[in-house]
């Protein structure tokens, strides 16, 4: 079983950056899609980005397209999530998902982190 930590949430001004991480233990995730959800309050949780476990595939929402950036070293059995040009929309518990799966427009996280939350303020 995969335990995931993410990090890196915090307050910051609308147009900022921020940088997450996820650092998985338990098991290597170096084959395993990896993803970030993300949660803001009163809502459901919704996918933003993920990445195959070799690093040649990526997949965005289309709300934060151009925006956000996922990576991955699984040297480090770590993945990253770079977000750039914040919103105020973007505020949001961030989840880091392991064995991450799509159906049709739907995707899916097997392991789950516990979150970090991203607030951006005006």
């Known amino acids: 079983q995969v335990q995931l930590v993410e990090s890196g949430g915090g307050f910051v001004q609308a147009g900022g950056s921020l940088r997450l991480s996820c650092a998985a233990s338990g098991r290597t995730v170096s084959r395993s899609t990896m993803g970030w959800f993300r949660q803001a309050p009163g809502k459901e949780r919704e996918f933003v980005s993920a990445?195959?476990?070799?690093?040649?595939?990526?997949y965005y929402a289309d709300s934060v397209k151009g925006r956000f950036t996922i990576s991955r070293d699984n040297a480090k059995n770590t993945v990253y999530l770079q977000m750039t040009s914040l919103k105020l929309e973007d505020t949001a518990v961030y989840y880091c998902?392991?064995?991450?799966?799509?159906?049709?427009?739907?995707?899916?996280?097997?392991?789950w982190g516990q979150g970090t939350q991203v607030t951006v303020s005006s």
């Open positions: 990445m195959s476990w070799s690093g040649r595939s990526t």
């Open positions: 998902a392991a064995d991450v799966s799509q159906s049709g427009s739907m995707w899916y996280g097997g392991s």
